[in-house]
């Protein structure tokens, strides 16, 4: 049955939520732009901030409900935080777009507010260092790399279980490593700050 709730993590997170609002509003391939990825800030770049915006809001969603539904049926952390894990990398790595996906960060944050419905702190006080990580800085890489290790490093600190915690410590990486090429044009001074260009 486990796997059963893995499958449908990975299938609920690999909805394609910026690709299908860009093709039915645009025509277009959201990975024909910018960054190249499925994810709210590249479809912002295509359809305005309202609609990245909407597509942040839905890709938390689908992460975080899919932790919810299946903890409906099972109180065992460690298949809830594979669950929360299944469905970022269905999100990343979705079948339907030849695993050429998003890089996490919404539904990363949707996994981590809904682990535990009744202490969302890590992810709560996350968002405020995301909020003020793009204030400070202008990078939003920057902002979803560091608000992410925040809210991992913060688990433990609420007393959520050791699942959650290290399952929030590989989202986090995974997330980095997915922002690899931001990072680099961040050392070498290319990357665009909020509001520029790609």
């Known amino acids: 049955m486990s796997i059963f709730w893995l499958i449908f993590g990975y299938l609920a997170g690999s909805c394609p939520t910026g690709y299908l609002a860009v093709k039915i509003l645009k025509g277009e391939d959201v990975r024909d732009f910018g960054s190249g990825n499925i994810g709210a800030t590249n479809t912002g770049r295509v359809l305005g901030k309202k609609w990245a915006v909407a597509v942040a809001v839905i890709d938390m969603l689908k992460g975080g409900i899919a932790v919810l539904l299946v ?11 594979l669950t ?63 608000a992410l290790f925040a809210s991992a490093l913060l688990m433990p600190v609420f007393g959520m279980p050791r699942p959650y915690y290290l ?32």
């Open 84 to 146: 929360g894990v299944f469905s970022v990398l269905g999100h990343n790595y979705p079948v339907w777009l030849r695993l050429r996906g998003g890089k996490g960060v919404a539904t990363t944050f949707g996994v981590f507010a809904c682990y535990d419905f009744l202490n969302p702190f890590p992810a709560l006080i996350g968002g405020a260092v995301w909020y003020a990580a793009l204030k400070t800085t202008k990078y939003v890489c920057v902002a979803s790399i560091t």
């Open 167 to 198: 399952s929030g410590l590989f989202l986090a990486a995974l997330s980095a490593w997915r922002h690899k090429g931001n990072i680099q044009r961040l050392i070498e001074g290319k990357e665009d700050k909020t509001g520029q260009n790609n």
């Open 71 to 81: 903890s409906m049926f099972t109180d065992s952390s460690s298949i809830l935080a």
